[in-house]
């Protein structure tokens, strides 16, 4: 009778029955010298190692015995993409990149201290079910000490919002990309909450000036516009410029790096500007039944300065060349960083500061021919736009309208420098209405707010225009122009109005803040040797459908200059 294979002294391998290779296997680890590995699928006792901690976790599959109760597997936090993270509850969760639904540490962007922030972010530190680390966190490795600073301070560089974003507004998260929160989440009101949404108050505030001067100017006296329409106007302006204002001042205090990350947004700092801009139209547009002869010029500082020296800072990164030179961040908005200058000129106009006037006309003017050239140029980082968002390129129709207004309002004279921006402005208006295709099969979206402030300056650059050359075919322009503006404005109005009482959708996630600064590992994107590969393909097809007799002959000629290289480099 054999001996027992376990019980043998002769030092010589045996090997086990079938079923002690199961006891085995739940007993101990294997020896790879004496058994072959049993497969995945039989294996019970399995190891996940976690490549950015060096932890190893071993875990029980008793699935198939006590039910699926008890049959998840633990881990610790990972650094890869592939494992899962443990919460309080011990449950499993999945990450991101594998379309597991988590939970989003909207912490991270609160206003806060950096140390705080540092010990939020901590690996071991996970106060929700189902939360991801970010990437920053889960990739540094063992042994190393937590980075001084947190990467949510560092600034986002300009090429990375072009790279992971899309659309004009850079506000549509490209598919092969990753961001820090979830997708599928909504997200707190403030955090939804852009500083795009200024462009309502700028639209409001430029009506309420229209309607004024619709019904004091003398060449639109056939109307005869009341003016409690520039009253009312002006109330919802200044209603919803406050309502904007304190909202976005939440934000500022509960989420200072959201606000960080728009301000080196390349689109959005140019809205920056915006607030000041409207509430110098409000200012502009206050009704002359309660307006002053003369406006305190405290007003002027009050609302130039703070756009004067942001100006200092945007302007000079222009200048200095470096990575948010205008050639690399130019896009329609950037006529915003302009418009205000002749904004800042009327209102100095009104106040009697003269000079001041002027010198804000000169920057603005010098600053405007630079960004025109720049888009008009149509730069690499100039993509095509989608439908939806293509009204900011009425951008382009805004800056010479305020000019040829400003000018009007330091000179005292619609005369042939103003006139000349007001036909510049004309003639963009029309290269935009001729193709309306472009604005047809939208869906509604804020940025169409931007379309309304420049159609109505137009409309009242058109009316100074009527009434320095009045005349049949000036006051028809004028009225059309006013005629489409305020119908666009109602439109608007109402559909935000819907959009944001009814159906609940004015305010999505908004997913430009919430990118990583670098590229994740994850993200697959078309790269050089991708590109080789296509381009290989092509050449392919394309020698496919020479003739069989140029295809020899090529292949020939390609042989012989690989042979003659070779006896050069021999």
Known sequence: MAADPSSSSTGQHAFPPENSRQTATMSGPLNPRDERRP???????????????????????????????????????????????????????????????????FSMFRTKSTLSKQNSLLPTRIRESDLDLPTHVEDQPVGRPAPAEDPLNKSVPAGRYFAALRGPELDEVRDYEDILLPKDEVWPFL????????????????????????????????????????????????????????????????????????????????????????????????????????????????????????ELKIYGQWLSGGKRRLCKVANPSSHLSVVGNFVGAILAARVGWAEAGKFLWAIGVAHYIVVFVTLYQRLPTNEALPKELHPVYSMFIATPSAASLAWAAIYGSFDAVARTFFFMAIFLYLSLVVRINFFRGFRFSLAWWSYTFPMTTASLATVK??????????????????????????????????????????????????????????????????????????????????????????????????????????
């Open 465 to 570: 225009y009527a009434e320095a050359v009045p005349c049949f075919a000036s006051r028809a322009l004028a009225l059309s122009l006013s005629l489409m503006s305020t119908t666009m404005v109602s439109l608007l109005l109402v559909s935000t109005l819907l959009h944001a009482f009814v159906w609940r959708s004015l305010f999505p996630n908004d997913l430009a803040i919430a990118i990583t600064k670098d590229k994740q590992n994850g993200a697959v994107r078309p790269n050089a040797r991708g590109k080789r590969a296509s381009k290989r393909v092509h050449d392919i097809k394309r020698w496919a459908k020479q003739a069989p007799l140029s295809l020899v002959s090529s292949i020939t000629k390609s042989h012989s200059a690989d042979k003659e290289e070779e006896e050069k480099t021999e």
């Open 39 to 105: 497969p995945p699928m039989q294996r019970a006792f399995n190891r996940q190692v976690s490549l950015g901690s060096g932890v190893t976790v071993l875990g029980m599959d008793r699935g198939g015995r006590n039910g699926g109760g008890r049959g998840q597997q633990r881990a610790l936090p990972r650094s890869g993409r592939s494992l899962g993270v443990l919460n309080h509850s011990g449950a499993l969760g999945q990450a991101a990149g594998d379309g597991g639904a988590r939970r989003g540490d």
């Open 191 to 310: 955090l939804r909450f852009p500083i795009g949404c200024f462009g309502v108050c700028l639209g409001l505030g430029s009506q309420s000036i229209l309607w004024g001067a619709l019904a004091a100017s003398p060449a639109m006296r056939f109307l005869r516009v009341t003016p409690m329409i520039n009253l009312a106007l002006w109330v919802l302006a200044v209603a919803v410029l406050v309502a904007t204002s304190v909202t976005y001042a939440l934000k500022c205090v509960f989420y200072f790096e959201a606000i960080r990350r728009e301000y080196f947004h390349p689109v959005r700092v140019n809205f920056f500007f915006a607030p000041w801009i409207a509430a110098m139209f409000v200012t502009i547009g206050l009704p002359r039944a309660y307006a002053p002869e003369r406006p305190h010029p405290a007003v002027w500082c009050a609302f130039v300065l703070p756009l004067f020296a942001l």
